[in-house]
């Protein structure tokens, strides 16, 4: 059995016995409280009980042999009541005197019962039960054990991923493959004066297949891999992180050759800043961290690999040669990446004889490899609910639809009114994006509502873009103000559909201003600084430059965009009013309005 089902099933027996004795304790602690609270409403105080003895009012008393609770009843009345001796000697003394002098009184003396004993006994050691309670559910909160994973080890299975696992990282595992020699024949490299990387740093977006290829690297290799999150390393006691990274490298000394696997790396190497609160922590933990890695003996076969998407926040130090000596990007796949992912999912899918897989990668330009198989799977899901033998082409591009711009809302209720402004709207964009040479291929609009968009203009993305020109960027612009200049010019209003058009097109024109050198006042520079002081570099008035230039590039997109429709307005109606009564229009049927 595994270390961690051990821990899971001793955490669970634990707990077991545990949840009873805190139950029992509650009901004992609300029995006490309960009776509590009904004696005071019947109790009487010491020296008018001493009175009324005397006085001959009372008919009886019980006491319990040991105890200081005196029970009362009196001749005039059914009610019983109750008070404490503070002496119990003294007071039989006292009871002995009376039954001598003549007095009728009636004592009953009880023993005391077991289970009342017992019960005040725990009652008694509540406070110390629960704060040892409090104490073991703490220390499991926080792990002071051993939380990282470990696969390829005698009572584990190993990762069960290999490099024919992972499809369109052809460069990158290639990169990798000496790691796997090196971790299956050292000696060969170290007789060459060869010192293997102590750490490899994969980055990139999230979903590219970073934890795959670390997995699949351990996995080649034949050797055990350590698993854990940056985030399991910060708790809240000071000092736990730092305690974990050294436990987490002593394991792995111990079964050496080994792959230690940090996920999320940016949780605690992030840049150190000042020795204050939460921040001293992570900068310990970091620390130890820099210490382990820098530790390593030359005969100790560990390698770290960490993956991040985040690079830029990780701390100077911990990028130096000598630790994270190598940086791997897995960026998203391209066109032939795609097909490969694709044809590695839809092995146990049952596709239909329309479903061409080198369409799909064409059409999916951007998605990573969780994207991808997160497609497959819906549309997988879509051809159930549909009732189909097999995923046909429809489905799949159903499920594009879905993952790209949000859940069909056929029930939703739209007016006349609204119908027809987001009819204009988005032939407003499709319209423009025809006229303009750098702009993709429309795929499809609709005006039927998907998630929190009224309607939506489809694009193919049928090929890889890794650079982005100026007259694209600025194409880009003007395709997205076709949907305002439509409204304005069709229906002589505005509305707020267009939010998330001017929200992407201020960015874009942002970015080229400050980012992409392509101002033509300020000229080819950056103004992507870590902290707003350090743009007074550029002068004073920079900021007011920078405003005046991108508001100048979205008025010329936007007065751009209405030629283009003033040019065009007979297409404009016609596909605003095809959008109106058949709500949507394919790639074929657009293409019919600019050949007639």
Do not use: W
């Not at 900021?543 to 007979?570: C, F, N, P, R």
């Amino acid at each position: 059995m595994s270390e961690k089902p051990k821990k899971e099933n001793k955490l669970k027996n634990i707990i077991v016995v545990i949840i009873p004795i805190i139950f029992i304790v509650a009901v004992i602690a609300g029995i006490f409280i309960y009776k509590n609270k009904e004696s005071k409403e019947k109790q009487i105080t010491y020296d008018k009980l001493y009175q009324d003895i005397i006085d001959k009012k009372v008919e009886k008393i019980e006491m319990i042999v040991g105890g200081s609770s005196v029970t009362v009843k009196y001749k005039d009345s059914d009610d019983e009541k109750t008070t404490k001796v503070n002496s119990l000697q003294p007071f039989m003394d006292f009871i002995n005197e009376q039954l001598k002098s003549g007095n009728d009184l009636k004592v009953d003396l009880k023993n005391p019962s077991a289970f009342l004993t017992i019960a005040e006994n725990i009652f008694g050691l509540l406070p110390t039960i629960l704060i040892i309670v409090l104490m073991v559910m703490i220390f499991k909160m926080q792990g002071f054990g051993d939380k990282n994973k470990v696969y390829g080890t005698e009572d584990e299975n190993d990762t069960g991923v290999k490099f024919k696992d992972v499809a369109g990282l052809d460069e990158e595992k290639a990169e990798l493959v000496e790691i796997v020699d090196f971790l299956k024949e050292p000696k060969k490299f170290k007789a060459m004066g060869a010192r293997i990387p102590r750490g490899i740093l994969l980055y990139g977006k999230p979903g590219t297949g970073k934890t795959l290829i670390a997995k699949a690297i351990a996995g080649e290799a034949g050797v055990p891999f350590i698993s854990m999150s940056g985030s399991e390393f910060i708790e809240m006691f000071a000092g736990l992180g730092a305690s974990r990274v050294r436990k987490l490298f002593e394991r792995a000394r111990k079964i050496s050759p080994c792959i230690v696997f940090i996920d999320e790396i940016d949780a605690i190497g992030s840049r150190r800043t000042s020795n204050s609160g939460s921040e001293s922590e992570n900068n310990q933990t970091l620390n130890q961290l820099l210490v382990e890695m820098d530790g390593f003996d030359t005969n100790e076969t560990i390698i770290v690999l960490a993956a991040t998407n985040r690079p830029e926040m990780l701390d100077k130090a911990l990028l130096r040669p000598g630790r994270f000596d190598r940086q791997i990007t897995i960026p998203a796949p391209d066109l032939l990446g795609r097909l490969e992912i694709l044809k590695l999912h839809s092995k146990d899918k049952k596709l239909a004889g329309d479903v061409n897989l080198k369409d799909i990668a064409g059409d999916t330009a951007g998605f990573t490899g969780a994207e991808l198989f997160n497609l497959l799977n819906e549309s997988a899901i879509i051809a159930t609910r549909n009732g189909h033998k097999e995923i046909n082409r429809v489905d799949i591009d159903t499920a594009v639809k879905k993952i790209t711009v949000g859940l069909e809302k056929h029930n939703r209720v739209v007016s006349e009114k609204d119908k027809k402004l987001t009819a204009f709207h988005e032939a407003g964009h499709a319209v423009v994006s025809k006229f303009l040479e750098t702009q993709k291929n429309v795929k499809e609009i609709s005006i039927i509502p998907r998630g929190l968009a009224g309607g939506y203009t489809m694009y193919k993305t049928n090929e890889d873009k890794f650079y982005v020109s100026k007259t694209e960027l600025e194409e880009k612009m003007i395709a997205l103000m076709g949907g305002r200049a439509a409204e304005k010019i069709a229906l002589n209003d505005i509305s707020t559909g267009a939010s998330n058009d001017i929200e992407v097109a201020t960015g874009i024109a942002r970015d080229m201003i400050t980012i992409y050198g392509m101002s033509k006042s300020l000229g080819p520079i950056s103004l992507k600084v870590d902290e707003p002081y350090e743009l007074q570099v550029f002068g004073e008035n920079i900021v007011d430059e920078v405003g005046v230039e991108v508001k100048q590039l979205i008025d010329t997109a936007y007065v751009a965009a209405q030629k283009i429709l003033l040019s065009h307005m007979s297409i404009l109606n016609a596909v605003a009013d095809t959008l109106m009564e058949k709500e949507t229009i394919s790639e074929e049927e657009f293409e019919k309005f600019f050949n007639e």
